[in-house]
């Protein structure tokens, strides 16, 4: 009786696992979805369309760039919670929306609402000034603040930003009093420090690369432990002996909960094949980015080490999102 009764259930459940395997053969069915959490043009867009148009050769379906920018990456990154679990839908995203935002405000979502593909890029941070400003050096501009407290100003993208953060972290580790002036975006807030409204900003290396070769901004330091390969002659936070002021933008790819296994294993790999290529390896470090591929295990890891780091910074600095 009891063999009739497991042979009945066997073959009850056979279907099942059958039409799984066949569903992860089987995938991609149709388009995916690449959801970016921020507008078109910027650096996530570029990187984003990189990665979906090589994806799209090797999954024989064409990867469609969706961007769904505002409040900080949260719109995006909450769509992309809300997207069925059938692994069509994923997203490109920075530590905003899920290392410092939830520690601003209310999202409606959390880090275990996501899956953890693999980490793609980095681009690292960079202390940059005006070159009418007369500071040549980190030394010097530590200095400078120091003897005229509150006299420098910084911009950044706005309140709660990487820049943000990053800049208020360094004023912390070198008691340097500088004071923020929020822009709304990265392009404006570059923009102050050009036309000399503000002396200096901690921004992404890609959009000043132009303005540090034609000279009209001076690069300080890179906030990390190595130097760009973009910028080899620029000294690290590090070797200037500043070794906790590190900020880099870490960009990667999540998808909703819930994926099979086997499809999500595709995808994360179609996605880290795409991305160390040497074809998009080289296109990355022309972006100012540096092709970065991880486990699920160590993105969603690093993404909590992140979360914990801006935690500090923001109950320290006390940073609002008025």
Partial sequence: MHRRTFASLLAAIAPLFASGHAWAD??????????????????????????????????????????????????????????????????????GPLAGMPNLTKVPYSLDDLEFLTLAARIPSVIVVNRKSGITSLEQLIAKAKAAPNTLNYSSAGAGTTPHIGFELFKRETGAAIVHVPYKGAAPAISAVLSGEVQMTMVDLLPILPFAANGNLVVLAVAGKTRAP?????????????????????????????????VQTQLREAAVAAINSPEMKERFLKQGAIAATSTPAEYRSLMQAESDKWRGVISSAKITLD
């Fill in 26 to 95: 089987n995938w991609p069915t149709r388009p995916l979805k690449l959801i970016v959490p921020y507008a078109a043009g910027g650096p996530t867009d570029a990187i984003a369309r990189m990665i979906g148009t090589k994806m799209a050769a090797s999954l024989g379906q064409p990867v469609v760039v969706d961007n769904r920018a505002g409040a900080g990456g949260t719109i995006g990154v909450d769509a992309t919670v809300k997207s069925p679990a059938d692994g069509h839908q994923f997203a490109l995203v920075a530590p």
């Fill in 230 to 262: 973009q910028l080899p002659d620029v000294p690290t936070t590090v070797e200037l002996g500043l070794p906790n002021v590190l900020m880099e933008t870490t960009y990667g790819l999540i998808a909703p909960k819930g994926i099979p296994a086997g």
